[in-house]
């Protein structure tokens, strides 16, 4: 199997003002003075903080992400942020269909799928999250949800340019719960298939694989260690950098 650089990204979601880039700015100095990290490093942090993350963590390393962006490049949409805009910012990658914007604004595999294009058509590295809630795991469709989601989520030119999966459990964001890592790497195996299936086994097997859901410092050494797990995104624990670090120390 192709050898994967992990990926660490922090989404900060709706949390952080201007003062948060002092964690930032602590963030940046473990990862300078202390071993060298063996993971890419991104965070997302809200748009309004994008382009101070992309300036100040660049000579540390740290590589700035948006949290969303619309599928159109410009036009008539009121408060909405475009792919090429987040790139203007110093942006590198996007995370499109988070399961909060797909439950709390109704976006559909086929609104996640144009916007995963969009990032793309700007240069942007697209973070596709798919997930089940815990109705669909407990019902035993967990794999199938996740598996249509993977086909109509993400887009065909993944076949030539680079995205990301990221498999966030929903029942397992902001909980504190976390799947078994028996779970996990059944659920991380069935998207590694679904992915060489698609693209081909070269392809498949280049491709990354994260784990979001609860994923902090007292667990992440263990998750990252499951098979096709190539790193997490992290939500709570990446607004502190001394856990944010812990986690990345952890690949």
Same mark, same amino acid.
């Given at each position: 199997?192709?050898?994967?650089?992990?990926?660490?990204?922090?989404?900060?979601?709706?949390?952080?003002?201007?003062?948060?880039?002092?964690?930032?700015?602590?963030?940046?100095?473990?990862?300078?003075?202390?071993?060298?990290?063996?993971?890419?490093?991104?965070?997302?942090?809200?748009?309004?903080?994008?382009?101070?993350?992309?300036?100040?963590?660049?000579?540390?390393?740290?590589?700035?992400?948006?949290?969303?962006?619309?599928?159109?490049?410009?036009?008539?949409?009121?408060?909405?942020?475009?792919?090429?805009?987040?790139?203007?910012?110093?942006?590198?990658?996007?995370? /499109? +269909?988070?399961? !909060?914007?797909?439950?709390?604004? =109704? %976006?559909?595999? #086929? &609104? $996640?799928?144009?916007?995963?294009? @969009?990032?793309?058509?700007?240069?942007?590295?697209?973070?596709?999250? /798919? +997930?089940?809630? !815990?109705?669909?795991?407990?019902? =035993? %469709?967990?794999? #199938? &949800? $996740?598996?249509?989601?993977?086909? @109509?989520?993400?887009?065909?030119?993944?076949?030539?340019?680079?995205? /990301?999966?990221?498999? !966030?459990?929903?029942?397992?964001? =902001?909980?504190?719960?976390?799947?078994?890592?028996?779970?996990?790497?059944?659920?991380?195996?069935?998207?590694?298939?679904?992915?060489?299936?698609?693209?081909?086994? !070269?392809?498949?097997?280049?491709?990354?694989?994260?784990?979001?859901?609860?994923?902090?410092?007292?667990?992440?050494?263990?998750?990252?260690?499951?098979?096709?797990?190539?790193?997490?995104?992290?939500?709570?624990?990446?607004?502190?950098?001394?856990?944010?670090?812990?986690?990345?120390?952890?690949?």
């Amino acid at each position: 199997m192709t050898t994967i650089s992990p990926l660490i990204a922090g989404n900060w979601k709706m949390n952080g003002l201007t003062h948060s880039l002092d964690e930032l700015a602590e963030l940046a100095r473990l990862l300078t003075t202390g071993a060298a990290p063996r993971a890419v490093v991104v965070v997302c942090p809200p748009a309004t903080l994008l382009a101070s993350v992309a300036a100040q963590g660049a000579s540390s390393g740290i590589l700035a992400g948006g949290q969303d962006c619309h599928a159109e490049a410009s036009g008539a949409h009121t408060g909405d942020i475009s792919a090429s805009m987040l790139a203007d910012a110093g942006a590198q990658f996007v995370i /499109v +269909g988070h399961s !909060e914007r797909r439950a709390h604004h =109704g %976006e559909t595999d #086929a &609104v $996640v799928c144009a916007k995963a294009e @969009a990032g793309i058509g700007a240069g942007l590295r697209p973070i596709i999250c /798919v +997930g089940e809630t !815990e109705a669909e795991r407990d019902a =035993g %469709e967990a794999e #199938a &949800v $996740v598996a249509r989601q993977l086909a @109509a989520s993400i887009p065909d030119a993944a076949g030539q340019h680079d995205i /990301v999966v990221a498999y !966030e459990p929903v029942w397992a964001i =902001g909980t504190g719960r976390t799947p078994t890592l028996e779970d996990i790497a059944s659920m991380h195996g069935t998207i590694r298939a679904a992915l060489c299936e698609r693209f081909g086994q !070269e392809r498949g097997d280049a491709l990354r694989i994260l784990y979001g859901g609860s994923m902090k410092p007292q667990n992440a050494r263990e998750i990252l260690s499951v098979e096709n797990v190539n790193g997490g995104l992290v939500g709570g624990a990446s607004l502190l950098a001394k856990d944010f670090y812990t986690i990345i120390s952890a690949v």
